[in-house]
């Protein structure tokens, strides 16, 4: 097996686990208001599970100033987990990578 091989396996073995989401602690609602979007903002974001991370392709349905709720497809399965707002950046245009949480400073900066 070569190494994409191997590679590409292990990516598929650790989505069979469930990702590691924030705690209710972290994401702290109380101190930081949460907003949503429907539809969701196409992003990509950095799912953490056990003994790896994987970069997904998915939606911001739900964001903070510090975290943001994710969407994707996981081998069929839809799934939701909250990661902080670094591990995610819009998809929309490559051109320009711009993490969720400065997109949400700046609106409230504009609002």
Same mark, same amino acid.
Not at 17 to 31: M, Q, R, V, W, Y
Not at 38 to 48: D, M
Not at 92 to 96: A, F, I
């Given at each position: 097996?070569?190494? %994409? #091989? #191997? @590679? +590409?396996? #292990?990516?598929r073995l $650790? +989505?069979? #686990? @469930? /990702?590691?989401? =924030? &705690? /209710? @602690?972290? =994401?702290?609602?109380?101190? %930081?208001p949460v907003t949503t979007s $429907? /539809?969701? $903002? /196409?992003?990509?974001?950095?799912? +953490?599970?056990p003994g790896a991370a994987e970069r997904v392709k998915g939606e911001a349905c739900s964001w903070s100033s510090r975290a943001v709720q994710v969407l994707w497809e996981d081998a069929g399965l839809r799934r939701a987990t909250w990661v902080w707002a670094s591990a $995610? &950046?819009?998809r @929309?245009? %490559?051109? +320009?990578k711009q993490a969720l949480g400065d997109r949400t400073a700046r609106d409230r900066m504009q609002g």
């Open positions: 097996m070569n190494q %994409n #091989a #191997a @590679e +590409r396996l #292990a990516s $650790v +989505r069979r #686990a @469930e /990702p590691i989401g =924030l &705690t /209710p @602690e972290e =994401l702290d609602f109380e101190h %930081n $429907v /539809p969701g $903002v /196409p992003v990509w974001a950095w799912i +953490r599970f $995610v &950046t819009r @929309e245009n %490559n051109s +320009r």
